[in-house]
C-alpha cells in the first residue's frame, strides 16, 4: 500500500475500508476458478477418485506396455517355448511347476501369451475411446453451437438430421455402417463416432442457447465481436462443463460398442490385440478354456468402468445443483 | 391431450422419412457397384445386368427410391441375396425370437431395476446403498457378450446335473416343436398377407404354447430365455436402478415429502403415495430410451445364444454381404424403435399433464 496514504488522516469509515481491503482473508482465500472448485470436489468423492485411480492404471499399463508385457503381443511361441495351444494360466508362484513356462493368464488358440495381449489391447482401447469420443465432441459441439447460435432454419435442418440419427439404435447404426464401409478398426471408429455425434450436438445446443442470452456476450456483441469469435472465445468455454461429463461416459460408451462391434467381427481384425476380437475369436472354447474368455472381458469391464466412474465423479463435481 | 399426441405423431413423421432415406443410401454408399460387392469379383456382366434389373438398380436414384418406400410401405422389404427369399419371410419367422428376447430383458430390467433403486435411495448413504450402486455401475460396464458367454458357462457347465441347470444355447430343445395355436384351434389362417400376419404371431414361442397350453413348450422356452435376457437387461437395468435411485433422493428432499412427513404419514406412505409418482417420471423416459439399447444389443445376445433372431441374422447377413437383409431388418427395428418411444412419449403425457402444453 502507498506509504503517502497512510500518513493521512483517515475518516471511521474509509479506515474500515482499507482494513478490509488489507485483509485479504476476508474475502475469499483464494478466487479459484469454477475449475479450481470443481476439482476439489471431484476429489473429495470417492467414486471419482476410484475412477481416476482405475483409469490412470490402465494409461500407465498402455504407455510402458513393452516393459510389462514378456512377450510381444502377436509372438507365435510354436518352437520357441515348449508349450501347446490353450494351455491354461501358469504362475510359478501359485504352485505351477517350475520346468512349465510361465504365462499367467495362459496362451490362446494361435500359442500367443494372453497376458502380453491384454496389456497391449489397452493401447487398442484406451486410443480408440479417446479418439472416437474426441471426434463425435468436435463435430457433434460445432454443428450443436451453429444450430444454437444461428437458430432458425439452419437450427431445424441440423437438429432434425440429428433427430433421424438418434432414431436409430445406436448399436445397430453403427452395425450397418461398418457393414456397409467394409469392417476395420477405422471404420468402427467412424461408425462409433457418427452415432454420438447428436448427442453432443444437443447438449451444445441447450447450452450455447441459454449463455447466447446472457449479458456478457451482448457486451462482446456491442464491442463489435464477430460471430465466430463470440462462439469461440465467449460461449464456447462456458458450454464446455456438461460436455466435459458427457464426453467421459461416452468413452466408456465407445469402448463398450468398439469392443461389440469387434465381437461380431466388424472392428478390430485379427491379429491385432483387441480385446473384442480377442474374445470373439475364444469364443467356442468358453465350455473348454474359459480363461480365454474370461481376461479379455474383464479387461474391457475394467475400462468401461473406470470412465464411467470417473464421468460420474465429474457430473457430481461440475454440476452444483446436483449437490446434496 | 388430443392435440398432444396428433403433435407427437406429426413429429414422428419427419423421422421415419429420414430412417427410410438413411437406410436407402447405405446400400448405396458400398464402395464399388453394389453388384461385385453383393454378387462376388467375379460376378459376369449379364449377371450384373440381371442383378441390377432385379433390384431396379437401373433406373435413376429417385425413382429407386420411391420404388423402395413404395415397397416397404406394402410390406415388401425386397429379396435376401443369399437365401433367395422374400425379406418379409424371413422377418415373419426371425422376428418373434427377437421380440420376446426385448421383452424379457425389458420385463427384468424394469422389475429388478425400479424395485433396487428404490431401496437404495430409501437405505441412502448406508451399506445397501453402496452395495447396489457398486453393483449397478458395475453392470453398466459389462459387455453384454461378455455376461452371456460367462452365464452360460456358469448355468451349463458349473451348475450342470443340478436343478439350476440352463441351457446355454438355442430357442427350444432339440426334437420340440411347438404347434401353431390356428392349427390347435382348427382355424383357417386365410392367405397371403394374413396367414403371413398368423403365423408371424404364432412364432412367438412362448406367447404360442401358453395360449395353446403347451406347458412343456412352453417350460422349455422360457428356461432358454432366461440365460439371454439376463445378459441382455443387465445394462438397461443397471441404469434404471441408477436413475430411479437418484430421481426419487431428488424427489425425497422437496418439501412437500416434508409435509407429509410432517403430518405423520408412515414413511411406506411418503414414499409410496407421495413420492414415487414424481421420482417414477424420469425413469419412463429412460426406459424408452433403454429399448434402443435393448434392441441393439440383441445382435450380440443373439449371437452368442445361438437364437435364431433378427440380430443373429444381421450379423450372418454382414459375413454374408448380404444388404438387403441388413438394410431390410435396420429399418424394420429402427422403425419399431421410433414408435415404441412414441408410445412412451404418448403415456408421458398421460402421467404428467405438464408436458402436454409445452
Redesign the interface.
Given at each position: 500500500m502507498d506509504s503517502e496514504k497512510n500518513n493521512k488522516p483517515l475518516s471511521p469509515k474509509a479506515a474500515l475500508i482499507e482494513q478490509l481491503a488489507s485483509n485479504e482473508d476476508l474475502y475469499l482465500e483464494n478466487p479459484a476458478s469454477v475449475w479450481r472448485i470443481a476439482m476439489r470436489r471431484f476429489f473429495r468423492r470417492k467414486i471419482g477418485v476410484a475412477g481416476t485411480v482405475i483409469i490412470g492404471f490402465l494409461l500407465l499399463v498402455a504407455i510402458f506396455a513393452p516393459y510389462i508385457a514378456p512377450y510381444e503381443p502377436n509372438q507365435v511361441l510354436i518352437g520357441i517355448e515348449d508349450i501347446r495351444k490353450r494351455t491354461p494360466p501358469c504362475i510359478h508362484i501359485l504352485d505351477c511347476p517350475a520346468d512349465q513356462p510361465q504365462h499367467i493368464m495362459g496362451v490362446d488358440g494361435n500359442v500367443r501369451d494372453v497376458f502380453s495381449r491384454i496389456i497391449y489391447g489397452s493401447r487398442v482401447s484406451l486410443s480408440l475411446g479417446l479418439s472416437t469420443v474426441t471426434l463425435a465432441i468436435v463435430v457433434g459441439s460445432a454443428l450443436g453451437a451453429i444450430a444454437g447460435y444461428r437458430g432458425g432454419f439452419v437450427d431445424n435442418l441440423i437438429m432434425r438430421i440429428m433427430d433421424v440419427i438418434l432414431g436409430f439404435p445406436a448399436f445397430l447404426l453403427a452395425i450397418a455402417i461398418v457393414a456397409v464401409l467394409g469392417p476395420g478398426l477405422k471404420n468402427a471408429l467412424l461408425a462409433i463416432a457418427i452415432v454420438a455425434i447428436p448427442s453432443y450436438a444437443r447438449v451444445t445446443r441447450a447450452s450455447v442457447l441459454s449463455i447466447k442470452e446472457i449479458d456478457f456476450v451482448a457486451a462482446s456483441k456491442a464491442l463489435g465481436a464477430s460471430s465466430t469469435r463470440l462462439l469461440l472465445t465467449r460461449i464456447m468455454p462456458n458450454a464446455l462443463t456438461p460436455l466435459v461429463v458427457l464426453g467421459t461416459l461416452g468413452i466408456a460408451g465407445a469402448i463398450l460398442e468398439a469392443a461389440g462391434l469387434s465381437f461380431l467381427g466388424l472392428g478390430a481384425q485379427p491379429p491385432l490385440a483387441e480385446w473384442g476380437s480377442m474374445l470373439a475369436s475364444e469364443r467356442n472354447q468358453i465350455f473348454s478354456s474359459p480363461y480365454l474368455v474370461i481376461f479379455p472381458g474383464f479387461a474391457i469391464m475394467l475400462t468401461v468402468l473406470g470412465f464411467n466412474l470417473m464421468g460420474d465423479g465429474l457430473r457430481d463435481a461440475l454440476d452444483p445443483s446436483l449437490n446434496e | 391431450m388430443l392435440s398432444y399426441i396428433v403433435r407427437r405423431i406429426l413429429l414422428t413423421i419427419?423421422?421415419?422419412l429420414?430412417?427410410l432415406?438413411?437406410?436407402f443410401l447405405?446400400?448405396r454408399?458400398?464402395?464399388g457397384d453394389p453388384c461385385h460387392s453383393m454378387l462376388g469379383e467375379k460376378a459376369s456382366e449379364e449377371a450384373c445386368a440381371r442383378f441390377d434389373a432385379n433390384n431396379g438398380l437401373d433406373k435413376s436414384v429417385p425413382v429407386q427410391l420411391g420404388i423402395y418406400i413404395n415397397g416397404i410401405a406394402h410390406g415388401d422389404f425386397g429379396e435376401s441375396i443369399r437365401f433367395s427369399r422374400p425379406i418379409t419371410q424371413i422377418l415373419v419367422e426371425r422376428l418373434p425370437m427377437t421380440i420376446e428376447l426385448s421383452l424379457a430383458g425389458l420385463f427384468i430390467a424394469v422389475s429388478v431395476g425400479i424395485p433396487l433403486g428404490i431401496l437404495a435411495a430409501r437405505k441412502h448413504n448406508t451399506g445397501t446403498d453402496i452395495a447396489t450402486m457398486t453393483l449397478a455401475?458395475?453392470g453398466?460396464?459389462?459387455?453384454?457378450?461378455?455376461?452371456g458367454?460367462?452365464l452360460?458357462?456358469f448355468f451349463?457347465?458349473v451348475l450342470k446335473d443340478t436343478p439350476f441347470q440352463l441351457p446355454p444355447s438355442g430357442r427350444l430343445s432339440a426334437g420340440l416343436s411347438s404347434v401353431p395355436f390356428y392349427e390347435v384351434w382348427g382355424w383357417d389362417p386365410g392367405e397371403g398377407g394374413k396367414a403371413k400376419f398368423w403365423e408371424f404371431i404364432s412364432n412367438h414361442e412362448i406367447f404360442n404354447s401358453i395360449v395353446t397350453a403347451q406347458w412343456v413348450i412352453a417350460k422349455d422356452a422360457i428356461k432358454h430365455l432366461i440365460l439371454p435376457a439376463v445378459a441382455l437387461a443387465t445394462i438397461p437395468m443397471s441404469i434404471i436402478t441408477r436413475m430411479t435411485r437418484s430421481s426419487l433422493?431428488e424427489v425425497l428432499?422437496r418439501d412437500y415429502v416434508r409435509t407429509a412427513r410432517a403430518k405423520g404419514a408412515s414413511e411406506k406412505r411418503v414414499v409410496g403415495k407421495h413420492a414415487l409418482r414424481n421420482a417414477l417420471l424420469p425413469v419412463v423416459t429412460i426406459v424408452g430410451l433403454q429399448?434402443?439399447?435393448l434392441?441393439?444389443?440383441a445382435?450380440?445376445t443373439e449371437?452368442?445364444f445361438s437364437l435364431a433372431g433378427v440380430g443373429r441374422m444381421?450379423?450372418e447377413?454382414?459375413?454374408a454381404r448380404d444388404?438387403p437383409i441388413?438394410?431390410g431388418f435396420?429399418v424394420v427395428?429402427?422403425m419399431g424403435?421410433?414408435l415404441m418411444n412414441l408410445l412412451v412419449d404418448i403415456s408421458y403425457g398421460f402421467l404428467d399433464p405438464r408436458i402436454r402444453l409445452e
Open positions: - | 419427419p423421422v421415419l429420414g430412417i432415406l438413411v437406410t447405405l446400400v454408399a458400398i464402395p455401475n458395475i453398466v460396464s459389462m459387455p453384454v457378450f461378455w455376461l458367454l460367462l452360460a458357462y451349463a457347465l433422493l428432499s429399448l434402443g439399447a434392441l441393439g444389443g445382435v450380440l449371437t452368442v444381421v450379423f447377413a454382414i459375413t444388404y441388413i438394410q435396420t427395428i429402427a424403435y421410433v
